[in-house]
């Protein structure tokens, strides 16, 4: 077992001194009782803050999962609607989850499907032959998800490593049951930095965490596909490199293993619909939410009591310190927002805390302190459903901000590229205390989002998993932003963006090479209806500045050029041309930026350049393709060539320059009809026999 740090292992020690069991409270009553299959309920909000209604009706222990339009959305069931009414409120319109299919072929169908899907997750190069078990059709268990863990840090010693950074309730309880709470840390070095817990490598720090809440099934299979990528495109992808050797990220595939076990076996034995999503009836154990804590917990004499609505356990998204026992919180054991007895009184949100403030330390910002702008790290934590990307404070929309403006920035950046809306949760959905992005931000002084995944449109809690593709291809380009911005959360954001960067030799200017990109500074996510959504997306200002760094980043040995700006505007293309000395043998990264009429410098994009050994192979072809001369004669070229890359490679300067002077002798012999592309050639072979001397 790999080394846990300090405090950790410090709240490890104290938490298993401290006792889970307390006198059993009365199961309280639910607005919602046992039914078939759940409905949707569309609450008219006609004369009511949209959001405050959602708070209220959360507090009153109705399950609130969205809002359409102005109207809060509740999970229910036939009772539900009476429920509100008894209260006042008016049912806008219901339908139920899904329709399951019933007959014997359509069953079937689906079950090809799920397969098909299951067949197709993906894993790293490396883990290729491997197979994990899966659930509902190709979700990977929680005993997947250990077994990948450890897979990946034995396949990947070099970026990765496995880090146990606590243990469940159900652990504590009986160390043969439960879980160890399981992180992958992924940065280039992970073998050679020493213990993370010293923070040797200095690197500012990236932190993924999902499925706090058992049932959002999204949220894991994406930690996994994040790891996938990452692992297999370190050295391959040019940002996903950078990323890497400048930044530590930290993946938390299951916050709630515990959780996650009971909704295993619950899902796959659901109904599904035409989609293949699962229709759970409202006795289903698919709808655990919170840990399984069943300390203060009463079961329901009702053996058909609805399990949706009453059910063991904290919710882990409650427990959090910060506003703890705040809005949309409950006191009631069977309440899906129970808050539990105390502030971190669950092991998962104790060893949560413990291990965020290792990595990132204390920083209090409360509503009054600003977290200081150069504070580095980000934190995103993955729940569904709703299409949101949510930023503090989540326990009162009213609540002061100190760093609001760089934390809309960020937020707006992320919903961009996922196409989510954003806002503070009390302004797009309901105020909720006690989470986790709340106390990141107010305790440690971190940027922290919400993404909460999908629409009741793509399967809600319960997507099928042919869905995945989807969900990831929204989200990827969100969460490497997030990642990148680690270095420099406050800042960054609030400058340009950088899109399509391309860098290629100049073949007519022997060792130049051209950068080509387009730099937006008009790139925030859109809150649509300015009524129904009043939150304003940050104000877009002109591009006015960009330069492109050669042989490392900024104050790390790169060298910096300005890049012209071929058009004016918020979005404009960049043109510019820098030295390509560095890359004349290996392929080397280059890193590009832009700077707002506000002052903000953006964050770095970085590209390949390919060695111009490799691009003058590419270039006799395409001059060939033109016309310059015969295949044949490239054929020619292509051997003398081949020779001087070969020498380059066993470190023979001398021969390869030997072999320069015939190249050049052949192009003068071949190419005589051209003489663009016979100075192009002869250009570049000069330079590179400069580069040899």
């Known amino acids: 077992m790999r080394k846990r740090g300090t405090a950790a292992l410090t709240a490890l020690a104290a938490l298993t001194a401290l006792s889970f069991t307390s006198g059993p409270a009365s199961a309280a009553s639910s607005p919602r009782a046992a039914g078939t299959t759940p409905l949707l309920i569309s609450v008219d909000a ?28 509740v999970l229910g069931d036939g009772s539900t609607s009476a429920a509100l009414a008894a209260k006042g409120l008016r049912t806008a319109s219901s339908r139920p989850i899904g329709v399951p299919v019933t007959s014997a072929a359509a069953k079937s169908t689906v079950k090809r499907a799920a397969t098909s899907a299951a067949a197709t997750y993906p894993l790293p190069g490396k883990l290729a032959a491997k197979e994990y078990e899966t ?13 990948f ?24 309880q009986d160390p043969a049951q439960g879980h160890d709470l399981l992180a992958l840390r992924i940065t280039a070095g992970a073998d050679k930095d020493g213990d993370w817990t010293s923070h040797a490598n200095r690197k500012p720090r990236f932190v993924l965490n999902t499925q706090t809440h058992a049932r959002e099934i999204v949220a894991s299979e994406i930690a996994w596909r994040f790891i996938t990528q990452l692992v297999d495109g370190y050295g391959v992808d040019a940002e996903i490199t950078a990323l890497l050797d400048s930044t530590e990220v930290w993946v938390i595939p299951q916050a709630n293993p515990d959780g996650v076990d009971l909704i295993e076996p619950a899902l796959e034995a659901a109904p599904r619909n035409a989609a293949g999503d699962a229709v759970p009836t409202s006795t289903s154990r698919a ?45 009631s054991p069977s309440s899906l927002t129970y808050k539990g007895t105390a502030p971190a009184s669950e092991p998962e949100v104790y ?32 729940h569904s459903y709703a299409d949101y990307v949510i930023y503090p404070y989540a326990y009162s929309r009213t609540a002061n901000v100190p760093n609001l403006e760089a934390l809309k920035a960020l937020g ?13 949760a009390g302004e797009i959905l309901y105020d909720n205390a006690g989470n986790d992005i709340d106390w990141v931000y107010s305790a440690l002084g971190v940027p922290a989002y919400t993404f909460e995944i999908g629409t009741a449109q793509t399967g809600g809690f319960f997507p099928a998993y042919s869905r995945q593709d989807l969900f990831w291809s929204r989200n990827a380009p969100a969460l ?34 051209t950068l080509t990109a387009t730099a937006s500074d008009d790139t925030f996510g859109v809150n649509t209806g300015s009524t129904t959504f009043p939150v304003a997306s940050p104000v877009a200002n002109d591009v006015v500045a960009a330069e492109v760094f050669v042989g490392g980043k900024p104050g790390q040995g790169g060298t910096g050029y300005p890049l012209a700006l071929v058009s004016s505007g918020k979005t404009v293309q960049l043109r510019g041309s820098v030295p390509g000395a560095a890359a004349a043998f290996d392929r080397q990264l280059v890193y590009v930026r832009a700077k707002n009429s506000a002052g903000y410098w953006g964050p770095l994009t970085a590209t390949w350049l390919a060695p111009l050994t490799v691009d003058v192979d590419v270039l006799i072809d395409e001059l060939a393709a033109e016309g310059a001369y015969s295949t044949s004669s490239a054929d020619n070229l292509h051997h003398w060539w081949s020779n001087v890359t070969e020498r380059i490679k066993l470190g023979q300067a001398a021969k390869a320059r030997g072999y320069l002077d015939k190249f050049v002798e052949k192009v003068e012999q071949r190419v005589r009809t051209d003489a663009e592309a016979r100075a192009q050639l002869i250009g570049d072979a000069g330079f590179l026999y400069a580069q040899l001397s």
């Open 351 to 382: 060893f949560h805390t413990a291990l965020l403030t290792e990595l990132f330390g204390a920083q209090e910002v409360g509503e009054t302190t600003p977290a200081p702008t150069a504070r580095q790290g980000t934190y995103v934590t993955l």
């Open 135 to 147: 659930f509902f059709g190709g979700y990977r268990t929680v005993d997947a998800h250990e077994q």
């Open 287 to 331: 709808w655990q939410r919170k840990n399984v804590n069943n300390s203060n917990y009463t079961p329901p004499t009702n053996p058909n009591a609805s399990y949706s609505s009453n059910q063991p356990g904290i919710d882990l998204n409650r427990n959090y310190p910060t506003a703890w026992g705040g809005a949309s919180t409950s006191s």
């Open 149 to 172: 863990l450890a897979d990946v840090a034995k396949a990947y010693p070099a970026l990765t490593q496995r880090v146990v950074w606590g243990k469940s309730w159900k652990k504590l």
């Open 46 to 73: 006609s004369g009511h803050d949209p959001a405050a209604l959602g708070t209220e009706l959360l507090a009153a222990g109705f399950d609130v999962v969205s809002r359409s339009g102005s109207n809060p959305v």
């Open 480 to 513: 490497l932003y997030a990642a990148k911005a680690a270095s420099a959360p406050y800042v960054t954001p609030q400058g340009p963006t950088l899109s399509g960067p391309t860098i290629d030799w100049d073949h007519d200017a022997p060792g130049q090479a």
């Open 412 to 424: 707006f950046r992320l919903s961009k590229y996922n196409g989510f809306l954003s806002g503070k």
